[in-house]
Structure formats: structure tokens, C-alpha cells
């Protein structure tokens, strides 16, 4: 994994670069690193594990971060690394990329199917800021939840007192 | 017959259908059929009829949602337009159903029948009728045989539904009137089994030529149906053959993916003739070149302004370098009405500098449209009516036609409520101190009496504004629409009967925004909907009463269901929404807001939605929907496909995805998408657009503005350094005026701008507000305090004060307010029985006229009491008074007048504060060196490197032994703006202009005029406090 950085090691829950193949896909896990040491990098790996270890398709891979433009900026990144794999599966070959040599060596099957699967269907993707996953929640529950259909997230500028 | 026409462009379907298409053999007259998707699509065909044949007439255009109910009816014309079985009719049904039958309920699994209350049952009940309806058109067969009982899939949820629905029907039946009317699954089958009989009179009906022209859809009971009519008579259907026709790949692929649905359908639909055995003819006319695709431009802008403006010069490009090109060969879609329709009618209005682009008036939903008027009223009524509220909603246009209030009334009213202290609450018993009502009784007070001061009648203060006959009339229609609210407001409280509640609304209709005459055809198309409404409410026997907020939000949100809109042919641009033109061809298309993950929409459907669950072709999926929208505009653009979107963010410029099915589209014709997209800045001036032999904007004021920033890069300031200042000059002869001097000794900045640049600032900021204050603030307090200053020094009683005070919502009410206008009354008194201590003797006014350095200063100084200068202030004094204050002092002495000393005399907090400056302790008059600053020929940034405030420090601190820098730290506290220091001298309007950009605390200049002004002044002083 030579074009990841290394992570930093504490408490021995993960060191040195982040062995993706490795990493359950089950459970949970925590990936502790400082900024710019390739933490999304290894999130756009793991996704495409998922889509082709377990099945799934994007509506049911759940990534959530902070910021819209940091949302955006993941969906951006997760859809070229699924484009990536595909080309590597399809043309059988990676270059220089450690992934994608160890994707084609692991000879998935159905893999251009499901990664193309994955790559039209992308607009579901379930990539969310926290408050956009918890409001997309509440609309589709909004029975259970007893609010309206409705609703509205508030924007931060936006008056949000009440007098009482 | 069934005989398909299939061609890869509309153009040539069209082409060929208007040779195809006659009138029946026996009868000249009869009107062919032509089964078209919506009515732009009609509009068009007619148009291409008419080209090609001359004339376009006496036909009978279809749509297919209403193709079923019209065949129908030939055999039941009794049948009426609403029916039991419409989703409003069911919603409120399902509602009454399960209201009075507990059991239902309880079988619904995910249903917390425990936290059960009215609200969350009528949006259940919503949910349900919906997919009930969606599930009468695409499932008919499944909503027949639930009633014997039957299940239709494996899902645990249709258990419960197929319960629900066989009750419903139970119901129906058990109601006299309506028995007898069929739900629209049961006149699918029974229509079936007419169509089925070939000696069915029914037939005696259908043309023999039946025609379907472009349908982008095709459910499968349609299919159904004109499978069987093909069967003994010819069906004409043309439809748009798989895009194919490309020479990339890639790209066949793409379209090919998005074209499914339609395909899907089209399978089902030869199956359906197959299994039906009706006859199958097919023709297909190939262009002989493969097509090309339209050119390509992806935008990617900061907002929808941006969005526009880039349009807007696209589009004037397309029409210069295509000059046999036409306004109607170019069609905008944008996703939403409200939003885009006002900017695009601005923007392309704009003739400034730049082409005008007319565009056709978009009809249907918008701000000012009336059913955005009645769900904003209806939203008013149930709110504590703010200030700030009521006065949006007199804006709405057809309030503004009902009452007669032009702009001008609207802003004048606006000033009357701010006045009035018109705060909430319409006048009920419950806050009338700042209610509605109690400004308008001001009002109309102010108007009918005597104007008196400190005049309180029955707690509330008369207007005493209000004179003219015009104002009189106003404040009347006001009153009237604020009555007409409060009536409305007393009725919501009580609940009503669904129906009860629509003749209610029928009536605000009437009283807001007016009766459906044939001028207002807006209120007229609202009444229609809300006679439909009640219509559809009454087929139940529902008697249970429920409240406003329940039937509001059912209102609201049918108005809101009604947005659809687009502009018509021929008048300039046609814009529309994303729906109604998807297929019509044009040269140039432009689809604004292609903003990821917004298009495609995904639907959010119940989870227990059978159709979503388990989807089968020929349903409609949003999501599907949309795409193939998409490939229909694609498909539909001659020449030029303009796409843009939010792809940057406005405040941090971090980069937006466009729709997945852009990137799609870019994934085809480029390696990586940022070569097929075109980034455009935040701002239409910017330079980027004026570069090179050919700019990219048609805005000459852009231009200009573009580059008279690069040249303000070159000469910054210029003036300001340059220029020399000299008022002499400017009043040519050699004499000041007093308030000359001192207005520049004030605020140098603000004089020199105003009397060099005639630069004035007036802004007079004033906002309706929602709530009274709790607590005064400066502005407010300084007002009480000058009130009560001049009526106490005119020997009104304190108390007397008070009561107008209070009536006139001036203090807050209750405890604080006695509070505060004690406090206040106590130190006004102060500083009356200090001003009464020294001014006992005649005041007396000298006419001033000194002559220093050959220049005559002149004018007259109030406030003297024989040898003593008095000055007051109900208020604080600031460097500012003091500067004013010690000039006159100045004056007077060099004058000749005997000036024994002066006294400023202000308030500090409660307490009273006295200035004392003593002729005998000033050494020598500094004044005309004061005066030499003022008229000396030096640039103008030295001469106004003088503040208040900021000088004083300084040169206080520089008196008291401190260091320069030392002293300049103090200065900056009172020069710059931190996050506790809002009033510095910095953030003065005038300083700002001047000294934007410039430290001038530091400056050399700056330390100069602080010590000349401040320095004899601070050895003068003498202060006291009492």
C-alpha cells in the first residue's frame, strides 16, 4: 500500500498503513488517523469491497460525514474508484495501483457486473451529512415518527427561535 | 389493426402522421382521436398538422389518464366528473373509516394505535389513499380481486390493505347516492369486458382510425385497452424507436439504459397484442445519416442568478452565430417555478447595457399567484400574527388588487405599524397592547381628533399623522382587512366539519381575495378547485368534527400538488417546467438546476407501497421517470444542449456533483469530467468573460465594470492623496460659518465628503418588528428621555408622562416598566434641576463675528447666561459634543465676549454629568490654529486624520505621561471594531469611505492634529460630577 501514508498507531487498534484486504467487513471498526494520511482513500477501498465481497449496491452502503462539500467530495471520489476498478477488472490491468492489483488477482466473481451495477445506480448511494441522513429518516418514517412529510431542515443563518 | 410508426426523431413521426391521418370515410365531420401525453405535446402536433396540411382542426385530442373514464362514460354518461374512488374523496373515507373502526387500525402492524391522535391518522390515511389510487390505475386486476378475498402477492403488508379495502368498499356501498358509482379498478374491468363483446354498443362509438401520437409513457390497463380496440378496429401508434442511431458506443449503451422503461413497455404492449391475437403491422422511417447528438454544454455556476445570466448569454450567442434562428426555437426547463421564474423574468428583462430576451409569461404557481395568496393566509390564521407577517401577506399581489394598496400605501402602512408599535396578536382580549387592532384604532383616533399632546383615550395613543383624506382612507382599508382577519381568527378555534371548513375557505376566497369575475380569473380557477374539494369531501358521511391545523395542512398541501406550469408558443422564449415540453423538439434546450441527487427525484414512498415494492413494466417509478425525461429532452434538442447546476458553493467555492445523469452523459465523451464542464465565476464581471477577440458575455455594463476594476487596481486612491482640500475655495469669499468649523472638527471625514463629494448618507433602517422590547435600548431610551425632559420642563406631571408613555408602548410593560421610567424619570429630573440651577438668569444669544489670519468666522452662540456658557445633553456627552462645546467657548473669548466659564451638562447612566471649563485656565487661545488646520491647502487625508474619540485618547495618554506607543494602543480602542466595540470610529459611514484600507492611528499626521486639538482642551477642563 505504498500510496497510502502511514496512520498513526494507538492503542493498537490499527498500525501502520491500513491492510483494506484485511479490514473485516463485518463487526465494527474504528480507523483512527490524522488528516491527510488517506482515511477517505481507504473508506473508497473498503466500498468497493463491499459492493463486490458482499453484494451490495449502493443504496444499502451507508457513509456518513460532516459537511455537504466534504459529501460531495466523497460521492466524487467513491464513484471514479468504482469507474477505476471496473477499468482494472475489464482491461486486467492496475499500473502501479496496490489495490487494484490485489482486486484483480482476487478474481471476484460477477465483478464487472456488480461493479457496473454499482456505478449506474450510484445516484442512490446512501453518502450523507449527519443532519441530512437523520432528516432523510424522519421523511421516509415520518409516520412512526409522528412528523410531518414535510419537514424542513432548517439552514444555520435561518431564524431558528420561537418565542415562547 | 394495430399498426406502429416508429422513427428516431418526433420530426419525422410528425411529418408522417399528418399524411396518415383523415377524417372517418362516412362521416366528414367526426373528429379523429389522437391520444396525445399532455397538452404542450397537442399544441405542437397541431402546429406540425397545420405546416404540412395548412390547416390544423376538428380533432379530438386525448390524454391517457382520462382515456379510460371517457370510453366509460359512453356507456354510462350518468357517471359524474367526481367520483368516491379520487384520491381526496378516499383520503378523507379512509379517515372517517378508521376514526370509527379501531379494529383496522390495530391490524396495521407498524401503527402505534397507542400514540394514535387525529393528525397522525389523516396523514395514515393520506399514505393510503395515495397508493389505493396509484394501484387502481396500474393494478387494477389486484384492487378486483381483493374484493373475493383474493391475494395477489406474497407481501405481509397486503393483509392488512386488502382489508382495509374491502371495508372501504363496504362502505360505499352502504351510502344511498353513491352506491352505485364504480371505483376506477372496477371500471377497468367492466370497460374490459365491453370491449371484449365485438357486439357491444360501446363500439357504435370508437372511431375506426384510433391514433396515439408520443406517448411518454404506457401503463399497462392502457395497453390493455387499446390492444382490444386494435383488435376490431386500426390503432395508429407512433412512438420514438430505440436511440440506436449514434455511431459511439458508450453512448448507445447509455441512452439505451435510460430508454429501458419505454422499451419494457413497448415488450409488454407486443405481448399483450400477441396474447390478445390482434394484428400487428409495423413501420419505421431511418434517417439516412446516423444522428448527431446536439452540442453539449455543461455550466457549473455558484447560484441560480448565475445559472440565468450564463443562459442568457448562451442563448444570445446561439441566435448571433445562427442568424435564421428564432426566440421560439429556444425552450428553458427549469425544475421549479417559484425559484427560477422570477429571476428569468429580471435577468432577461435586463436591457441595461445588454440585449433584452423576451420570455413567455409563466403561468401557473408563484409567489403572487392566488393559491399561493390563500395557503399563505391559511398559514397567517393559525399564526400569532406578527407584524412582519401580516405585512408580507398585504404584499401578496391579489391582496394588493382586492384592497387597492399600492406600493406606496404598503410602505407607508409599514411606517404606521412601526409608529403604532403594532407588534402581534390581532386584538384579542389576551396582548391588545400591541396588537393590530389597537393600532388601527390609533389610527383612525388620530385621524377624527383634535391633535393634543401627551393625549391618551381609552389606553391608546391617537395617530396624530394622519391628516389628509388619503391617509383617513387607508388607515379605513386597513381596518377593514384587519377586521376581516380577526373574524377569520375567532372561527378557527372552534372545529368543523371537512366540509364546514371548505365553505370557510370559500369564503376567505371571497373576502381576501376576491369573487371569481371575469377579471379575476385567478381567484375564479381557485374557486373551481375548492368547489371540486368540497365535492370530494361530501361523498362521505362524515359528521365528526376536526380541527383548523388538520384541515389546513390538507389544503396547503393540495395547492402546493398544483405547480405544473409552463409559458405558451410564440411569445418570446418558452419556459416551462421540467414536465410539460420533455418531448417537444427545439434547436436550443437549456435544463437549469441539474443538481445532483435533487434530479433524478427520488420518490419517498410508504414502505408498505406494493407497486414499489415489487415493480412490474409499465408502472411509474419516479426515478425512472425522470431519466427517461431526461433522454427525451436529449432526444428533443435539434442543435444546442444547455445543462447547468449548483457546481460550486457561493460561500466556500467547494465543488457540487451535477445530476448522476449528467455525469453519465460526460462519462461518455470525456476521460474525466472536468474537461466537459465550464466553471463559471461567482461574478458576470469578472474578467475571465472580457478576455481575448470574442467575450463571452453580452453585457456591456459587465464589461465596463470588468474594467474599471482592473484600472482601480492601477490608481488606488488617488483623489484622496492628491487632491488638495480647501473650503476657502469652495466658498470663494473669506468667511466660515461657525457650524462650518465645527461640523468639521466633529467628523472631518463625513464634512469633507459631503461638502467636497456631496456624499450623504441617509439611512434610515427601520424593520417591523415582532415583539415589543423588553428592555430599552439607546435609541428607545433616549427617546423616553427627551420626552420627558421637554414635558417636565413644560410642568407636565411625571405621572401624566407615564400614562402616554405606556398607552404608547414606549416602556416595556409591567414591573420593568415602572422600573425603567422611574430610573429614567428620576435622572431627567436630575439633570432638569442642575440645567434650572444654572440658567436661572435670561439666556441670551451673541451674533459671533471674529476675523483670524484675515478670515471672518461669524454666526450666532445660544445658551449664554450672562458670563456663563451653558450646554445640555439628555444623553451622554461624547468627544464629539465636547469638541462643539469647547469651540464655542473658544469663539466666545476670542470674540472679546466676557466669559467667565462654561458648563456641559449631561447625563451619565442615572446620574447627572457636568463639563466645567473656566476662562481663566485656558493660557492662550488655541483657535486659530484650529483654524489654520481647517482652511490650510494639505491633502485631504491628512487633514482628516482627526477623530473624536480616537484623537482624545491619544492625546489623553500622552498627557498623562504614557509612551507614543502606549498612546496609540489607546486610540485603537476607540478607532477599531472588536466584537465589544460595535460604535467605533472606524465603522463610522464616512470614515469607513475614506479610510477603508488605511490605518491612520499610526500615522504621523494622525498624532499631530490629536495633540494640537486635545492637548489645551485637557489642560481647560475641569470636571465634576453631582
Known amino acids: 500500500m505504498g500510496a497510502i501514508p502511514e496512520s498513526t498507531t494507538r492503542g493498537g487498534v490499527m498500525s501502520k498503513s491500513l491492510p483494506v484486504f484485511k479490514a473485516p467487513l463485518n463487526g465494527i471498526s474504528l480507523v483512527e488517523a490524522s488528516a491527510g494520511t488517506g482515511k477517505t482513500y481507504n473508506i473508497t477501498s473498503l466500498y468497493v469491497r463491499a459492493v463486490l465481497e458482499k453484494g451490495l449496491e449502493p443504496s444499502q452502503i451507508l457513509v456518513m460525514t460532516f459537511t455537504e462539500a466534504a459529501t460531495a467530495e466523497l460521492k466524487f471520489r467513491l464513484r471514479s474508484r468504482l469507474k477505476e476498478s471496473l477499468q482494472a477488472i475489464k482491461d486486467d490491468e492496475a499500473g502501479n495501483d496496490v489495490f487494484l492489483q490485489k482486486l484483480i488477482s482476487r478474481d471476484y466473481e460477477d465483478a464487472e457486473a456488480k461493479l457496473k451495477s454499482a456505478i449506474d445506480r450510484f445516484d442512490e448511494a446512501a453518502v450523507f451529512t449527519i443532519h441530512g441522513f437523520c432528516s432523510r429518516l424522519l421523511t421516509e418514517y415520518s409516520l412512526q415518527f409522528g412528523v410531518s412529510p414535510t419537514l424542513n431542515c432548517l439552514q444555520i443563518n435561518q431564524n431558528c427561535f420561537r418565542i415562547v | ?1026
Open chain 2, 1 to 1026: 389493426m394495430f399498426n406502429t410508426y416508429q422513427s428516431h426523431s418526433l420530426q419525422t413521426l410528425a411529418y408522417h402522421f399528418s399524411g396518415i391521418i383523415k377524417p372517418e370515410v362516412e362521416d366528414p365531420l367526426s373528429k379523429p382521436w389522437i391520444i396525445v401525453q399532455n397538452n404542450e405535446i397537442k399544441e405542437w402536433l397541431s402546429l406540425k398538422i397545420a405546416e404540412e396540411q395548412g390547416i390544423a382542426g376538428n380533432y379530438r385530442f386525448i390524454f391517457p389518464s382520462e382515456f379510460l373514464w371517457m370510453l366509460y362514460r359512453f356507456q354510462k354518461d350518468e357517471i359524474p366528473r367526481v367520483l368516491p374512488a379520487d384520491l381526496n374523496s378516499m383520503h378523507w373515507a379512509l379517515f372517517e373509516l378508521l376514526s370509527t373502526d379501531q379494529s383496522l387500525l390495530n391490524q396495521i402492524p407498524f401503527y402505534d394505535s397507542g400514540s394514535d391522535t387525529p393528525k397522525k391518522r389523516f396523514q395514515l390515511c393520506g399514505q393510503l389513499a395515495d397508493i389505493f389510487d396509484q394501484y387502481q390505475v396500474y393494478r387494477p386486476e389486484m384492487m378486483e380481486s381483493w374484493l373475493n378475498r383474493k391475494f395477489i402477492t406474497k407481501d405481509p403488508n397486503e393483509r392488512w390493505q386488502l382489508s382495509i379495502w374491502n371495508e372501504l368498499n363496504k362502505k360505499w356501498h352502504s351510502i344511498k347516492n353513491i352506491e352505485h358509482l364504480p371505483s376506477r379498478s372496477q371500471a377497468y374491468s367492466e370497460l374490459v369486458q365491453w370491449l371484449d363483446d365485438p357486439n357491444n354498443e360501446l363500439w357504435s362509438n370508437v372511431p375506426e382510425n384510433v391514433y396515439v401520437f408520443g406517448l411518454s409513457h404506457l401503463s399497462k390497463p392502457f395497453m390493455e385497452i387499446i390492444s382490444r380496440i386494435g383488435k376490431k378496429h386500426d390503432i395508429h401508434f407512433f412512438s420514438l424507436a430505440k436511440a440506436d442511431d449514434h455511431s459511439n458506443e458508450n453512448l448507445i449503451h447509455l441512452l439505451g439504459d435510460w430508454g429501458r422503461p419505454i422499451q419494457e413497455q413497448l415488450q409488454l404492449l407486443y405481448e399483450i397484442l400477441e396474447k390478445n391475437d390482434v394484428p400487428t403491422e409495423t413501420f419505421s422511417w431511418e434517417t439516412d445519416q446516423e444522428s448527431s447528438f446536439p452540442a453539449l454544454k455543461v455550466h457549473s455556476c455558484h447560484n441560480i442568478r448565475r445559472e440565468v445570466q450564463v443562459l442568457k448569454d448562451e442563448i444570445l450567442r446561439y441566435l448571433d452565430n445562427n442568424s435564421d434562428r428564432r426566440l421560439s426555437d429556444v425552450l428553458v426547463m427549469i425544475p421549479d417555478v417559484e425559484t427560477y421564474s422570477g429571476m428569468l423574468e429580471t435577468v432577461f428583462a435586463n436591457d441595461e447595457g445588454e440585449p433584452a430576451v423576451p420570455v413567455s409569461k409563466l403561468s401557473g404557481r408563484n409567489y403572487h399567484s392566488a393559491e399561493h395568496t390563500l395557503s399563505e393566509l391559511l398559514e397567517l390564521l393559525s399564526s400569532p400574527f406578527k407584524a412582519s407577517a401580516v405585512i408580507q401577506m398585504l404584499h401578496q399581489e391579489p391582496i394588493k388588487n382586492k384592497f387597492s394598496f399600492s406600493d406606496a400605501d404598503l410602505e407607508l402602512l409599514e411606517d404606521w405599524v412601526l409608529e403604532n408599535r403594532i407588534y402581534q396578536g390581532v386584538g384579542s382580549d389576551f396582548n391588545t397592547r400591541y396588537s393590530w387592532q389597537k393600532g388601527v384604532n390609533q389610527l383612525l383616533s388620530g385621524f377624527s381628533m383634535e391633535p393634543d399632546i401627551l393625549n391618551v383615550y381609552q389606553e391608546m395613543v391617537p395617530y396624530d399623522r394622519i391628516s389628509s383624506s388619503d391617509d383617513a382612507m387607508l388607515s379605513a382599508r386597513l381596518a377593514h382587512f384587519v377586521h376581516l382577519l380577526g373574524s377569520a381568527a375567532e372561527e378557527i378555534a372552534n372545529q368543523k366539519t371537512p366540509v364546514e371548513w371548505i365553505v370557510f375557505t370559500r369564503r376567505l376566497i371571497d373576502d381576501f381575495i376576491g369573487d371569481g369575475s371575469a377579471q379575476n380569473t385567478q381567484a375564479g380557477a381557485l374557486l373551481r378547485m375548492i368547489d371540486k374539494l368540497k365535492e370530494q369531501a361530501s361523498f362521505t358521511t362524515f359528521s365528526k368534527k376536526v380541527s383548523f391545523t388538520l384541515m389546513k395542512d390538507w389544503l396547503v398541501g393540495q395547492f402546493s400538488s398544483y405547480d405544473s406550469s409552463s409559458g405558451r408558443f410564440g411569445q418570446g422564449i418558452t419556459v416551462s417546467s421540467y414536465i410539460p415540453y420533455r418531448s417537444v423538439p427545439f434547436g436550443f434546450i437549456a435544463m437549469l438546476g441539474m443538481n445532483e441527487s435533487v434530479f433524478p427525484r427520488k420518490a419517498i414512498r410508504p414502505e408498505f407501497d406494493l407497486i414499489y415494492a415489487a415493480p412490474r413494466p409499465g408502472d411509474r417509478i419516479l426515478k425512472e421517470d425522470d431519466t427517461y425525461l431526461f433522454l427525451e429532452t436529449i432526444q428533443a434538442t435539434r442543435e444546442h444542449l444547455h445543462i447547468s447546476y449548483r457546481g460550486q458553493d457561493q460561500h466556500s467555492d467547494s465543488i457540487r456533483l451535477p445530476s448522476i445523469l449528467v455525469q453519465q452523459l460526460l462519462d461518455v465523451f470525456f476521460e474525466s469530467q472536468n474537461e466537459g464542464i465550464i466553471r463559471h465565476s461567482l461574478h458576470p464581471f469578472n474578467k475571465q468573460y472580457f478576455d481575448g477577440d470574442s467575450p463571452n458575455s453580452y453585457s456591456d455594463i459587465n464589461r465596463q465594470l470588468s474594467e474599471r476594476m482592473q484600472e482601480g487596481k492601477q490608481e488606488k486612491q488617488s483623489f484622496f492623496i492628491d487632491q488638495k482640500f480647501s473650503p476657502i475655495e469652495v466658498n470663494s469669499k473669506e468667511q466660515i460659518h461657525l457650524s462650518d468649523l465645527i461640523s468639521f472638527f466633529v467628523n472631518p471625514s463625513k464634512y469633507l465628503l459631503q461638502s467636497q463629494l456631496s456624499l450623504s448618507y441617509y439611512n434610515e433602517f427601520k424593520e417591523v418588528s415582532d415583539r415589543e422590547s423588553f428592555k430599552l435600548n439607546s435609541l428607545e431610551r433616549h427617546k423616553l428621555d427627551s420626552l420627558l425632559f421637554e414635558m417636565l420642563q413644560k410642568g407636565e406631571s411625571a405621572d401624566t408622562v407615564k400614562r402616554y408613555a405606556s398607552a404608547a408602548a414606549m416602556i416595556p410593560e409591567a414591573l420593568e416598566g415602572e422600573k425603567v421610567f422611574k430610573r429614567e424619570k428620576e435622572s431627567v429630573s436630575g439633570l432638569l434641576e442642575n440645567l434650572k440651577s444654572y440658567t436661572k438668569a435670561d439666556e441670551h444669544t451673541e451674533e459671533i463675528s471674529v476675523e483670524i489670519d484675515g478670515i471672518q468666522l461669524y454666526g450666532p452662540i445660544h445658551g449664554l447666561y450672562d458670563d456663563l456658557l451653558v450646554s445640555y445633553r439628555v444623553g451622554r456627552r461624547r468627544a464629539g459634543h465636547e469638541v462643539e462645546h469647547w469651540l464655542k467657548h473658544l469663539l466666545l473669548l476670542q470674540s472679546g465676549y466676557t466669559l467667565n466659564r462654561s458648563l456641559y451638562i449631561s447625563k451619565d447612566g442615572s446620574d447627572t454629568d457636568i463639563l466645567e471649563i473656566r476662562s481663566s485656565e485656558i493660557l492662550s487661545n488655541p483657535l486659530s490654529g484650529y483654524v489654520r488646520l481647517f482652511t490650510s491647502n494639505n491633502p485631504v487625508l491628512h487633514k482628516s486624520a482627526f477623530f473624536p474619540k480616537s484623537s482624545k485618547a491619544f492625546a489623553e495618554a500622552i498627557l498623562e505621561g504614557k509612551d507614543e506607543e502606549e498612546a496609540v494602543k489607546k486610540a485603537r480602542t476607540k478607532w477599531e471594531v472588536t466584537p465589544h466595540v460595535s460604535f467605533a470610529e472606524e465603522a463610522d459611514y464616512y470614515n469607513a469611505l475614506l479610510w477603508r484600507g488605511y490605518n491612520p492611528i499610526e500615522s504621523k499626521v494622525f498624532k499631530e492634529n490629536a495633540l494640537q486639538f486635545w492637548e489645551p482642551f485637557l489642560k481647560a477642563q475641569r470636571e465634576e460630577g453631582s
